[in-house]
């Protein structure tokens, strides 16, 4: 696919840790025929991986009635992917994780998940739905005409 | 969905005489992996394992919870005076260790033979 039409593909995932990966592999696929590199589709599998599993644990709160949706839009030079469920949204960006701070135990071992994200993708954006419902995070990951 | 995380340790010598306690992983690791990675660390006996070597060769995925539960076990080995190394993570858990800062103190090696020889 050297030149790319517009196209999306959804999935929707039961609220259940591990069923993370199943979007994994949706966005790699994707990512491949748009030609990305193998680093930036590993990249990406991360990403989407921790913004789904965001979505189940803390967006979803682990309810299996309710689903994540999960939404990848093609451009000529993006893959946008939405990552969406039925929390209220983030009430504020936590902290930037501080290893030092953690192997001392003065802050929690966990909460590396929001970092990545930003860390691997070009763009993340983490949007309140209306009514504090169907909040969701935008991620975008650009095809580099020059090195990809 | 998640694979389950297997784990065994085998006790070497380095070439340099030192006790190494290699941790095997095999599968995922993620929130559902605590007992085999914690767990696991922990049954090693702390009064003569200095030296932790952790193998992720045939580990495929690791997410924020995984790399919580390594960084637990970190926190476990500097309180005990323990050194922890690691070896066979692809290029991009590699770049993944390094962005959150567990190279800082977890040595990576790309194998088993570098890591053992630098012990």
Not at chain 1, 18 to 23: C, L, Q, T
Not at chain 1, 29 to 51: P, S
Not at chain 1, 122 to 135: F, I, L, M, P, R
Request: hydrophobic share 45%; with cysteine.
């Amino acid at each position: 696919m050297s030149k790319v039409k517009p196209a999306s593909v959804e999935v929707r995932l039961p609220s259940r840790l591990g069923y993370e990966k199943v979007a994994m592999s949706t966005a790699a696929a994707v990512a491949k025929l748009m030609g990305f590199k193998e680093e930036r589709v590993e990249d990406l599998k991360t990403a989407v991986a921790e913004a789904c599993i965001n979505a189940i644990e803390h967006g979803n709160l682990l309810n299996e009635g309710l689903s994540v949706g999960v939404v990848l839009s093609t451009a000529d030079d993006a893959l946008e992917v939405k990552v969406i469920d039925d929390g209220k949204g983030l009430k504020k960006m936590p902290i930037k994780p501080n290893i030092d701070r953690k192997i001392h135990g003065e802050e929690d071992p966990r909460g590396m998940g929001m970092f990545l994200i930003q860390a691997l993708v070009d763009e993340a954006e983490w949007v309140k739905g209306v009514n504090g419902k169907s909040s969701y995070v935008r991620l975008v990951i650009r095809l580099d005409k020059d090195s990809d | 969905m998640q694979t389950d995380t297997k784990a065994r340790v085998d006790q070497l010598t380095s070439p340099a005489g030192h006790p190494v306690a290699v941790l095997r992983f095999e599968g995922d690791i993620a929130s559902t992996s605590k007992e085999a990675v914690l767990g696991t660390y922990q049954g090693l006996p702390k009064q003569t394992t200095k030296l932790v070597l952790l193998d992720f060769t045939k580990v495929d995925y690791i997410n924020s919870s995984g790399i919580a539960l390594v960084i637990q076990m970190l926190i476990e080995a500097s309180n005990s005076g323990q050194k922890v190394y690691a070896f066979g993570l692809s290029a991009h858990f590699t770049k993944v260790f390094t962005m959150v800062g567990i190279t800082k103190y977890a040595g990576l090696f790309p194998g088993q033979a570098e890591a053992m020889a630098a012990l």
